[in-house]
Structure formats: C-alpha cells, structure tokens
C-alpha cells in the first residue's frame, strides 16, 4: 500500500527507515489480537488499534527532515527511535515514561505506523538515540527486545550476583536478558525453554544452566537447578503454563516479572500471596533514560551483540511466518534494500 510521507512539524522528525527489526509482539498484531484466558480475546479494535497499519517498533533511521521547533538534530543523522510514544502532555509523558502514558498509547508500528515502512515521524529529538560504535542491525533491536529485558531486570534489582535469576524463553528476548545480567554483573543465569536447541544457544551465551520445559516436574526441576526456591522469574513467554511453573518456583519474597504477550492467565492462590510476601508484576517495555542505558552498555563493549540476520523490507511476510513457525534464531532485521 501506498501512504503520504509524513510532514514534520514542530518537534517532530522525519527519518528514512534502514533498518527495523521483527518482533515476536508483531505477530500478536498480525494475528489481530491477545488471549485472555477466560475473559476471552483483546482485539486490536478493544486495543485502540486502527488499520490499515504499518508495523514495525524496532526501528533505526536517517533524518531526513524536521520541524522548526526541532533541536540537536541535523539532517544525515543516523539514530534509534523511540518508539513507545503516550499522548505527550501527561505528567508520566512529560516525566520521561512515555511508555506508561495512561491518556493515549501512540507508539510507532501498533498506534501509528511504524519500521516497516519507507519512512517514520519521530516525536521529537528526545525520542532518538545515538548508537556510534554500533551495528545498526543490532542497535535497531535494543528499541524493544534490549530495553525491554533491561527494563524487566532492573524491576528485580539489586540482587547478590550469586542468587539464581530465571529467565523463562530463550529467543531474541532471552539471549538479550542473558546478556543484560551478565553486563550487570549478574553470575548465576538460570534458562527455561521448551525447544532443546535455543537452550543450547542460552549456554553458548553464557547461561550458567538451562531448564527443558514440559512435563509436571517443571517446577522441581527449575527449583532444583537453581539450587532452591527462586527469588526472581523474568517469564519473556507469559502463558498460562510458564506463568503457573513460574509462580510455583518462587522462593519466599520472590518476584514473578511477567513480560510475554503469549496469553492466558494465571490462577493465584491468595493466601500463598500474603504468607509468602510474593510479588507478580507486569513489565511494558521501557522508557527513553533506560533505551539510553541500553545502548550505552552495547558502547562500552559488555552486551555481546544478538544474533542477526537481514532480509529485505519486501520479504517481512516470509519473515513473519518463520517467526511464528519457531524457525528464527535471535532477531531478523529487515532493511531498505
């Protein structure tokens, strides 16, 4: 389909898309919506959604234009955009957690259109960061799958080094969740998955152990890997089953940090929640400070960059059909040409 290229005006930025990464969360955006368990389904229209949509969030371009009102960009500039954008004028937007806005979520490629295009309108300067140093089919992925896991992470820290960490998937976000605690500092990485061969990609990256998923010893296999009831469970899968063998793993005053979009729900026994002092918590993404942190930790040289491959902005159906066949390994990063 055709579209306008978008005009910039006042703070807004004008890039031309080079590269955009496939995210798993696109596919819930394809198939047009998100399971809810027993309150049924969340369509893109009760999401607010409205089509025709271009998507596509994980996004680095070069500016091509801006508005007047524009400052500390020129055009040439090569950046990562921000992309998960709220209304702009609310107290959370103002204070720098667009991702939190809770007045209008307009973030690029499920809001408005997105990475899979020809060009993108940035916000503003503010929602662009500088990625020098970097490969910017690696840096286009930090836009959601590092400052996701990032963001994920810091919501269970500061632990002791040595405490096991579970991290339930070991795809893009896994392998970047890996990555991010061992550039934290973070020494006991535990990796549950259902597929044998991701898990082997988890130990190439530096998981200190790995869990095959399945079964109804799950849990006492985990619990057992990490040497005893778990203090933190970043669960990037979030469905019914890995949300349930998650939760059971939990050590007392553990924390459950739910990030995937796979759907279902979760039964909690209420009792268990008071006597145990346990905490489930929702995890959205990230905010520009943390994106900034994100990429400042790749430019220091303590993530080791995700596994990327390219195709072309014209195969992202091919692409999005490997993806939901389980068939990627890390990212794939579509680009101009």
């Known amino acids: 389909m055709e579209f306008p290229t978008p005009e910039p005006t006042g703070e807004e930025v004008l890039l031309e898309v080079t590269h955009s990464g496939v995210c798993h969360s696109d ?26 949509l271009i998507m596509g969030h994980e996004i680095v371009g070069r500016v091509v234009k801006f508005g007047p009102e524009a400052k500390g960009v020129k055009v040439g500039d ?35 259109n ?12 503010r929602h662009l960061v500088a990625y020098d140093g970097l490969d910017p089919s690696v840096a286009a992925t930090y836009a959601c ?57 988890a130990r190439k990256a530096g998981a200190t152990a790995t869990v095959q998923a399945g079964g109804e010893d799950t849990t006492a296999r985990l619990v ?16 019914t089953a890995t949300a349930r063998f998650a ?7 553990g924390k459950l940090i739910q990030v995937g979009l796979f759907g279902g729900e979760l039964n909690l026994p209420l009792p ?6 346990l905490t489930v918590r929702g995890s959205y993404v990230g905010n520009p400070q943390e994106l900034r942190e994100v990429v400042e930790l790749a430019q220091q040289g303590k993530l080791s960059p995700l596994p990327v491959s390219t195709e072309p902005r014209s195969a992202v159906n091919s692409v999005l059909n490997r993806l939901r066949d389980g068939k990627v390994h890390g990212r794939v990063v579509l680009t101009a040409a």
């Open 27 to 52: 596919l819930h955006i394809w198939e047009g919506g998100y399971d809810l368990g027993s309150r049924g389904r969340l369509s893109l229209t009760d999401r607010g959604v409205v089509l025709p």
């Open 78 to 112: 090569t950046r990562i955009v921000f992309p998960w954008l709220g209304c702009g004028k609310c107290e959370r937007c103002l204070a720098g957690e667009d991702n939190m806005c809770q007045v209008a979520a307009r973030s690029l490629g499920v809001y408005q």
């Open 114 to 125: 997105g990475g899979y295009a020809s060009h993108v309108l940035a916000r503003s300067p």
């Open 145 to 201: 799958s590092g400052v996701t896991v990032y963001s994920a992470i810091r919501k269970v820290m500061p632990m002791p080094a040595d405490k096991a960490v579970v991290v339930v998937g070991a795809g893009g976000l896994g392998l970047n969740a890996v990555e991010v605690l061992k550039a934290l500092g973070h020494k006991n990485i535990v990796v549950v998955d259902i597929s044998a061969e991701k898990l082997e990609g």
């Open 224 to 239: 057992e890997a990490c040497g005893g009831p778990v203090d933190a469970v970043i669960d990037l899968v979030n469905g």
């Open 247 to 253: 939760f059971d793993a939990l050590s007392k005053g």
């Open 272 to 277: 268990l929640m008071a006597t145990k002092a």
